[in-house]
């Protein structure tokens, strides 16, 4: 049996001065080495979800563990299983991809020798060698992603948490980012991904959670979420069972 | 401990390659200490060593108005520049402006008359007193009220105006005085007094000589530079506020802060290295500052800057105003949303603490109602300090007093900001 790398149990969340939660009864087991979209229109709540699961939040009630290990009680352990890629460029642009892989690696405890083979490593693959020394401002969108996908990486994390990774980037650049994240997966890492662009889902995901109303309404491999409704394409799919929700994809 | 020095880098890093923030953190106090100490400096001299231009409309032109005109330029704080004697109100603005005289004053036509008329009832009365004249006393009350008008530039400040207001008044007593002893010294002898009397009432003025109250015995009068450059040192340390403040806001709007706290290290090492970056930026322009102090400003005919001998003292009161600087655009950057809010904020913040702080106007010369505030304003405490080396030539025990609040202010700020950041769920 494998091991569960992210476990969820009766969560319940809602924002400070909030009436309603924002999440409500949670549960969801993403087993080790899965790869698991998280999906839903704007506001069902898949960053808070992320961010509950990074320990960025605090749940108010429920359980959420990642390989066994309760996240927000010792962080230096949980926050090194995992990798963060944020919706937004969460790094230094001033500074250089070099520059931020090398604060950032060290920040997750590698050593220098490991950050520079790394820092290569990511570099190459990522196509961001000949830019290595140059400040990310001056970057494009679809190479400020690369960049803030090497930053979450850089440790060889268990688990790779990413909100949105190709959002706003051109197709070539988006297809080298989901060519890599492949990779990861298929050499162990867990992927847990949120998007709006269900086509990519199909791509990377073998599981998808749909989430409406901050709720999880289905949890299924794709290929049987559709033979169970009946369905041919995952966005006819989750306007039905969101009920016609205003869905933005 | 790799982590830290990885984190000082890139502070280090992010300050070089922020240009504005490094003007504003250098280049502007640097402008300031020079522009101000000049036109201290300036204005010193002005007072006491050029001499303002004073116009004279003499409708009189009698002994004793011509004695007043004298005395007048003899007191060497004016430069006569005109003497005219047909007086017109009129013309008098635009005959001010044409001369670019700053005062003008107009004796009128009896001035002579009139001050005679009040010395001889004087003399007659003293006289009387004393026995010495049995004629019946003048009890008429002769008096000498605004028979002088004072014309003003509005660019005088008030207290300069009364400075020259004294000066114009003593000339009249000293005429005044003449004429008297002149009348009763006629009277009692019956002939003329000799000039040679006179001229030694004249000088033989009581003088007083001034002497700087200082903590190590040494009387070396304080300049503009001494005065200006540590307050100046203040101020530009608190305006890291426009590089820190906004970094900081930066960095949670990024939401870099947010990636940082997903990390397997302490937030804190951040924010330690922060404040330990932006230490090291106030020291420089300590450094830098009194550096222009003590080897520009000679070569710009500005007063050297003299360095405290307690060197020890100095670098406490340096580190302690720095760190305390840090501290304050920790907060504003911690509770400010965005960098608008931080710079803005920042920047009036800091102009008003130095307000209330002495910075901009000395503290001595404070309201009362404001003593709260310049109590609060950790710039006032950093001043004092600071002062208390420079100008009073001071040790660090002198200074304790004023170093024990500059702490405790600091360690509230501090303490502010770590609420602020577990309130921004950072920490």
């Known amino acids: ?153 850089i440790h060889q994390p268990k688990i790779i948490f990413l909100d949105e990774p190709t959002v706003g980037v051109d197709i070539q650049s988006r297809y080298s980012i989901i060519k890599y994240l492949k990779k990861l997966n298929n050499e162990g890492a867990t992927l847990v991904y949120t998007s709006h662009q269900l086509n990519e889902a199909e791509e990377i995901c073998d599981k998808i959670a749909l989430i409406n109303d901050g709720k999880i309404i289905a949890y299924e491999k794709i290929s049987q979420l559709l033979s169970q409704h009946q369905e041919t394409s995952l966005e006819n799919l989750f306007l039905k069972l969101a009920k016609n929700s205003l869905v933005h994809v | 401990m790799y982590k830290l020095w990885a984190c000082l880098i890139k502070d280090f890093k992010l300050i070089t390659r922020d240009r504005v923030g490094l003007s504003l953190m250098f280049l502007m106090p640097i402008l300031l200490v020079i522009v101000i100490t000049a036109l201290q400096a300036g204005t010193f001299k002005i007072v006491n060593e050029n001499k303002v231009p004073l116009l004279i409309y003499n409708d009189d032109n009698a002994s004793i108005s011509i004695l007043l005109e004298n005395t007048l330029e003899k007191i060497g704080i004016f430069k006569i520049i005109e003497t005219t004697k047909n007086f017109d109100n009129t013309n008098i603005a635009a005959k001010m402006k044409e001369t670019e005289a700053l005062v003008a004053i107009v004796i009128p036509k009896n001035f002579s008359t009139q001050v005679q008329h009040k010395v001889a009832n004087f003399t007659k009365n003293t006289l009387h007193e004393f026995g010495l004249n049995t004629d019946s006393i003048n009890q008429s009350n002769d008096t000498l009220f605004n028979i002088l008008t004072l014309y003003y530039h509005p660019v005088l400040q008030e207290s300069y105006r009364k400075n020259l207001l004294n000066a114009i008044r003593s000339a009249v007593q000293v005429v005044e ?145 720095g760190w305390c600087a840090v501290s304050y655009a920790l907060v504003v950057g911690v509770f400010a949303q965005t960098q608008e809010q931080a710079n803005g904020f920042g920047a009036i913040s800091v102009v008003l603490l130095a307000a209330f702080g002495g910075i901009l106007v000395p503290s001595f010369a404070m309201p009362e109602s404001f003593s709260f505030f310049l109590k609060i304003s950790p710039m006032y405490w950093s001043l004092e300090s600071f002062y208390g080396l420079f100008l009073e030539g001071g040790k660090f025990s002198d200074i304790i007093n004023n170093i024990i609040p500059l702490l405790g202010i600091t360690l509230f700020l501090q303490l502010l900001a770590l609420i602020g950041l577990k309130k921004n769920n950072l920490i």
């Open chain 2, 177 to 321: 005085s003449k004429q008297i002893i002149s009348s009763i010294y006629t009277s009692i002898n019956e002939s003329e007094m000799p000039d040679s009397i006179l001229n030694n009432f004249a000088t033989q003025q009581l003088s007083i000589s001034e002497i700087p109250v200082s903590r190590d015995g040494s009387q070396v009068i304080p300049n503009a530079s001494q005065h200006n450059v540590p307050a100046w040192t203040i101020f530009a340390m608190f305006f890291i506020i426009t590089s820190l403040g906004s970094s900081i806001v930066k960095e949670k709007i990024s939401g870099s802060s947010i990636r940082l706290k997903t990390l397997p290290t302490n937030f804190l090492i951040t924010l330690f290295s922060k404040q330990v970056t932006y230490l090291f930026v106030a020291m420089c322009q300590v450094v830098v500052i009194f550096a222009i102090g003590v080897f520009f400003f000679p070569s710009i005919g500005l007063p050297r800057l003299n360095i405290p001998s307690d060197i020890v003292g100095l670098i406490i009161v340096s580190l302690l105003s």
């Open chain 1, 1 to 153: 049996m494998s091991n569960i790398a992210v476990n969820i149990e009766k969560l319940n969340f809602k924002y400070q001065g909030q009436v309603s939660d924002t999440l409500s009864d949670i549960h969801l087991k993403i087993e080790e080495g899965a790869s698991i979209g998280l999906f839903g229109p704007n506001g069902a709540g898949k960053t808070t979800l992320l961010h509950l699961m990074t320990g960025i939040l605090k749940n108010n009630q429920g359980n959420i563990t990642l390989f066994g290990k309760k996240v927000g009680t010792n962080y230096k352990e949980t926050n090194s299983l995992f990798g963060l890629v944020p919706q937004d460029f969460s790094f230094y642009q001033e500074l250089s991809p070099i520059e931020n892989l090398q604060f950032f690696g060290a920040f997750y405890g590698l050593s220098k020798q490991q950050i520079y083979n790394r820092t290569n490593e990511l570099l190459e693959v990522l196509g961001l060698t000949e830019v290595r020394n140059k400040s990310v401002i001056k970057f494009s969108g679809g190479m400020k992603r690369k960049v803030n996908l090497a930053i979450g990486i």
